[in-house]
């Protein structure tokens, strides 16, 4: 079926093209917010406003309006209808996404030109993007490729870059907003209350969102005779305090998926003189978050691993103060951030009267000082420094859930506390020459970092130290070239050296990431991940007619971190949770390839009819030594992307949209575990009724349909039907189904 959808989408796509090309007439729009143009100002790109045409890299925008059109759930579910990013889910209140090929602590995520990403960012799966609230947002640029050059540490398979809306000033005016939107596949409630005020020296936005997350329901129609897959036939409940397994009365219901967040946003600028100050307040938190994955794991007896797994509580704090100061050819930005986040994990095992809770608080102090000189010969220079640290409180604690005696456990990370320090400083060139065409851009950046870890003498693991500790200097250079070749079509290239510096997560925490098959342990002796990438891509753009945009990529990486068999106090295996589980430690043990290609469009098939379709695939590969033969890297996806037909009018809009995966066949699983394999179908047969081997994630489309309207009085509508035909699917990697059909409303006021 997919190839299928596959080879109508190019024959519908090349159609179009033709025909777009061939001489129909075709109605400038007034909204082309649908087709970018190449004057259009990035901030991704380097750090300040820059021209789309200057850029060597490829970078996906989703604007506000956009954002309210798609009515997500969370961020992430906005990142799956871009169909350029692919996001990973363990439990409904998740969302990791995947930049070619790269995840979670490969993946930088920035907030107003700070870094988000903390010491315990995990190389695993991670949601902390769903603590990004989209009604504050005004832009989210996704910036492909590595970016450690311009943002350091851990941006190798990109940088999501959000942009929160600006507190103007100007004339004076008040005004309020209120927004409230049901999804029906979860009987999610989302309200959101927002408050903007300007004056001529001082202007402030407030915005709070509550969303209430009900049970997410699957899909009910599976592809062809997948009929048990992803079905949850029982689940744990606490009756009389005794774990007590549940008949599931609609297995299409994910039972222990829902939970509730608070979001609070508020930004307050002034103009005094030739300083612009903003400070910046964003506080999220959400109560508890079921870990749908581990709950609904059986053993081989059929009965539940886990009584309970939640993450509980979540929370994260961001405050911060800009200074910005000259003009738009010479300006300094100081920018002054202090985060903190907080994440409990709350685990015990079935019918165990134990509990063990796993606190790790963090602390993060970033200081970027950053500026820009554009000089008069169309040379360009944007420099800065940087300074980041972490300070890392970890905890365990046991509760007997009889008699609620607590006492203290293991923790997640080193238990005397630990900490990293980065100081950076880099320097960006950009040289544009009109006559020809042509952008130049040559940067650098030159990173210290280094990493403390303390142990109790009495820790509960008798490690055989009392301290890790890692000092590292980091060097990161990117140059890359944009021509114009002719009117309307530009050629782009660059190489980019990016690294990942080990945090606190990979060298000091004990986790069981597979439940009596895999538990981590510290390893001292670590070292930077490298990668150097290629790309080659064009850009193409006629008029308002149609946007092209095509690419390859290669990336290199070596002293890359992975998980092997290892030993603790000499022994290759320990009892933990009460389950003797193999030893493993993560080492620079591989050098990997990942390489891929990708193209959108977005076409004006007549007056306010456009087509738009993306394409995404990807392959990675590892080998431990030159001579081994490679394996398949985790974190890969499939080949994916999405297709969709819009007509555009005044006042309202109606959209059509396919999202499709391709199939990840059993033998491109890594055996790492992190692509959650044994979650998938097991010894079925494929739509042709051939045998295919265990563990594969089947491909698959989603059919969606939404419209819009926003009335003159400032107030909006929104409709969409998600899933239309109900199929029961699931993203690559994921430990939970998708949303079946779904009714999503949304009814907005600007008063």
């Not at 590892?622 to 297709?643: N, W």
Request: hydrophobic share 35%.
């Amino acid at each position: 079926m997919f190839k299928k959808i596959t080879i109508v989408g190019l024959i519908f796509f090349l159609f179009v093209g033709i025909r777009a090309q061939n001489g129909v007439e075709l109605v400038t729009s007034s909204d082309t917010s649908d087709l970018e143009s190449f004057d259009e100002l990035l901030v991704s790109s380097q750090r300040f406003n820059q021209k789309r045409k200057y850029s060597s890299r490829q970078i996906e925008v989703v604007g506000a309006k956009r954002l309210t059109e798609l009515q997500p759930a969370t961020l992430g579910d906005a990142l799956i209808n871009t169909g350029q990013v692919f996001v990973q889910k363990s439990q409904m209140g998740g969302g990791s996404p995947i930049l070619r090929g790269f995840e979670a602590s490969r993946v930088l995520l920035v907030m107003d030109g700070v870094r988000i990403n903390n010491a315990t960012y995990r190389s695993g799966h991670l949601q902390d993007i769903i603590t990004i609230d989209p009604f504050i947002l005004d832009r989210m640029e996704v910036n492909f490729g590595s970016g450690s050059t311009l943002y350091g540490s851990d941006a190798m398979g990109g940088v999501l870059y959000f942009k929160t809306r600006e507190a103007t000033v100007g004339n004076f005016f008040v005004k309020p907003t209120a927004t409230i939107r049901y999804l029906s596949a979860s009987a999610s409630l989302i309200g959101n209350a927002g408050l903007q005020f300007q004056s001529q020296k001082v202007g402030a936005i407030f915005s709070c969102t509550r969303s209430q997350f009900g049970d997410l329901r699957s899909g009910s129609k599976n592809y062809s005779n997948w009929d048990t897959f992803g079905l949850l036939p029982n689940y744990v409940s606490q009756i009389n305090g005794i774990d007590t397994v549940l008949q599931n009365p609609n297995p299409n219901n994910q039972q222990g998926t829902g939970y509730s967040q608070t979001d609070i946003f508020a930004k307050i600028s002034a103009q005094l003189g030739k300083f612009h100050h903003t400070i910046n307040f964003q506080n999220s938190f959400s109560a508890l978050i079921p870990r749908y994955d581990r709950l609904s794991q059986f053993n081989a007896m059929g009965m539940p691993i886990y009584g309970r797994w939640d993450y509980a509580p979540q929370s994260r704090g961001f405050l911060g103060y800009q200074l910005k100061t000259g003009t738009n050819n010479h300006n300094i930005r100081l920018s002054i951030a202090q985060q903190n986040t907080q994440l409990a994990r709350v685990t015990r095992n079935f019918k165990d009267i134990n509990e063990r809770t796993q606190l790790d608080k963090v602390k993060m102090l970033t200081l970027n000082l950053d500026r820009h000189d554009q000089l008069g010969n169309g040379l360009t220079f944007n420099s800065g420094l940087e300074f980041v640290f972490n300070g890392v409180v970890s905890t365990g604690t046991n509760r007997n859930i009889l008699t609620n005696t607590v006492s203290e456990t293991q923790s997640r990370y080193s238990d005397s506390g630990s900490t990293t320090q980065m100081f950076s400083i880099f320097e960006q060139m950009v040289y544009v020459i009109e006559k020809t065409g042509t952008v130049v851009q040559v940067g650098f950046r030159l990173a210290n970092y280094r990493l403390e870890a303390l142990y109790s003498r009495s820790n509960p693991w008798k490690l055989p130290f009392s301290s890790i500790s890692f000092q590292s200097i980091s060097p990161s250079y990117d140059m890359g070239i944009t021509q114009e070749l002719k009117k309307g079509f530009m050629f782009k290239a660059s190489i980019n050296q990016a690294y990942r510096n080990p945090n606190i997560d990979d060298m000091t925490k004990v986790f069981e990431s597979q439940p009596g098959i895999k538990l981590l342990v510290p390893n001292e002796r670590l070292k930077a991940e490298q990668s150097i990438t290629v790309d080659l891509g064009c850009l193409w753009r006629k008029d308002n007619r149609f946007a092209f945009e095509a690419g390859i990529f290669n990336s290199h990486v070596r002293d890359l971190l992975l998980d092997q068999p290892g030993s603790f106090n000499k022994k290759d295996s320990f009892l933990y949770d009460g389950r003797l589980t193999p030893v493993y430690q993560i080492v620079n043990v591989a050098v990997a390839r990942i390489y891929g290609f990708y193209a959108n469009a977005k076409i004006r098939l007549r007056k306010q009819l456009w087509f738009s379709g993306s394409i995404s695939d990807t392959k990675g590969r590892y080998a431990i030594a030159p001579k081994e033969d490679e394996q398949p890297l985790d974190h890969i996806p499939p080949v994916f992307g999405q297709f969709s037909l819009r007509w555009n009018a005044k006042d309202w809009f109606l959209e059509g949209q396919c999202l499709f995966n391709g199939t990840k066949k059993a033998e491109e699983y890594s055996n790492s575990g992190e692509d959650n394999q044994n979650m998938q179908p097991i010894g079925l047969n494929d739509i042709n009724g051939d045998k295919i081997a265990d563990g594969f994630n089947p491909s698959w489309q989603c059919w969606n349909f939404r419209s819009g309207y926003q009335h003159k009085s400032g107030c909006n509508f929104a409709i969409s039907l998600d899933n239309i035909f109900d199929l029961h699917y699931r993203y690559f990697a994921s430990g939970m189904s998708a949303s079946g059909r779904s009714i999503n409303l949304s009814l907005g006021y600007r008063f």
